[in-house]
């Protein structure tokens, strides 16, 4: 069974443009979190969603961050105009219910 | 959701129990422990949880004590690929987030 899925594992950008980290949750699950985590830092929750519903947003910053889990598809989190302290580890977890959370390799983010 | 303490970091000779433990004496009734862990570089991964008694799966052991404000992880026999830091999470069952602290960095040693 394949677990949590993120891409790109890696991903540079430069002052200003827009980063888009994708995470398949485990066939079945259909809740999705999204953590991020500065470097020699723990996790810090950020977002929670179902199919096409944002649940729990307390954890993002208010702007220039989205998510969307749709229909069909990954689910996106989406970085505008990207800063240096956008920099980050950023994993997504998903459940069947809201349970056990199982998290994915994460996409580390380098601003540039 | 309450607060875990956690010490710092911890070494563990290879072959030995690696016997991890979080102090979490604000805890409510209806909370849970739960443990991950983080390799170097890699995603949390799930390694147990529990709400009164003694928990054992193939990966280790829980502990919570009766009045449960602490709770032990026990790795029967370390081994150097579980070198990671290791998160203690006192949550709700239904709640959304994990509330990750600093954890407790497990050094195995050969």
């Known amino acids: 069974n394949a677990g949590v899925m993120q891409n790109p594992r890696h991903l540079v950008r430069r002052r200003g443009q827009e980063a888009r980290l994708r995470c398949s949750p485990v066939?079945?699950?259909?809740?999705v979190y999204w953590y991020r985590q500065l470097p020699e830092e723990g996790l810090k929750f950020m977002v929670y969603?179902?199919?096409?519903?944002?649940?729990?947003e307390s954890g993002m910053p208010k702007e220039r961050f989205s998510a969307e889990f749709p229909k069909e598809g990954p689910s996106i989190l989406r970085i505008q105009q990207v800063v240096r302290g956008d920099s980050a580890a950023y994993f997504c977890?998903?459940?069947?219910?809201?349970?056990?959370?199982?998290f994915g390799p994460g996409t580390r983010l380098l601003v540039l | 959701d309450a607060k875990t303490t956690q010490p710092t970091s911890m070494d563990c000779a290879e072959g030995r129990a690696a016997n991890l433990p979080c102090n979490h004496s604000?805890?409510?009734?209806?909370?849970?422990v739960y443990w991950y862990r983080q390799i170097h570089s890699q995603g949390p991964q799930y390694i147990i949880h529990?709400?009164?008694n003694n928990e054992t799966n193939e990966m280790a052991s829980l502990i919570i004590t009766e009045d449960r404000k602490s709770s032990t992880l026990i790795l029967p026999h370390a081994t150097l690929r579980d070198t990671a830091v290791y998160y203690c999470?006192?949550?709700?069952?239904?709640?959304?987030?994990?509330?990750f602290g600093a954890g407790t960095r497990l050094t195995v040693k050969p």
């Open positions: 604000t805890i409510s009734g209806n909370e849970y």
């Open positions: 529990g709400l009164k």
């Open positions: 066939k079945g699950h259909s809740h």
């Open positions: 999470i006192v949550r709700l069952y239904n709640n959304n987030d994990m509330r």
């Open positions: 977890a998903s459940s069947p219910l809201v349970e056990t959370q199982y």
């Open positions: 969603l179902q199919k096409e519903n944002i649940i729990d």
